[in-house]
């Protein structure tokens, strides 16, 4: 399938392993996993972040495989999960990122298209996450109040 908005066919990319056991060689056990993942909450990583943390420097291949429960789930058992899911904070920093740059840059017509599309993204996804339920129904996106919401 192409992309949304450049016709280009997306990379494919590497695929997990068949087997969804704990490996014999990780040193690490269940209750150790979970208060890695609190400590590295607390330090201010997302979740992808404490994936890749976990898995690059402890080692840790598959949380989901060994807690039987994803990084977001410990997360939101210990009250440590954000108000805001993790691909809208970023789509808000890049078009936070965007605007400070077309306020330099007035001329710039491609920022301006990307600048559209990726508000158009955030309103896509703030309507699948409401009809998710995982946001309000009454929360709406404000690109005035955009600055407030990732500090």
Do not use: C, F
Not at 2 to 10: D, F, N, Q, V
Not at 11 to 25: A, I
Not at 78 to 103: F, G, Q, R, V
């Amino acid at each position: 399938m192409a992309r949304l908005y450049s016709r280009k066919k997306g990379k494919s990319g590497s695929t997990k392993p068949v087997k969804k056991v704990k490996p014999l060689w990780l040193r690490y056990g269940e209750k150790e996993i979970e208060q890695l993942i609190i400590k590295l909450a607390k330090q201010g990583l997302t979740k992808s972040q404490i994936g890749l943390s976990l898995r690059d420097t402890y080692g840790v291949p598959s949380v989901q495989n060994i807690l039987k429960k994803k990084v977001g789930d410990v997360l939101a058992e210990n009250k440590l999960s954000s108000k805001l899911p993790e691909d809208i904070l970023a789509l808000i920093k890049k078009e936070i990122d965007l605007m400070k740059h077309l306020e330099e840059n007035k001329k710039d017509v491609s920022a301006k298209r990307g600048l559209k599309l990726t508000e158009s993204k955030i309103h896509r996804l703030v309507k699948y996450y409401k009809r998710k339920g995982i946001l309000e129904s009454n929360w709406s996106y404000d690109r005035d109040k955009a600055k407030l919401l990732i500090s």
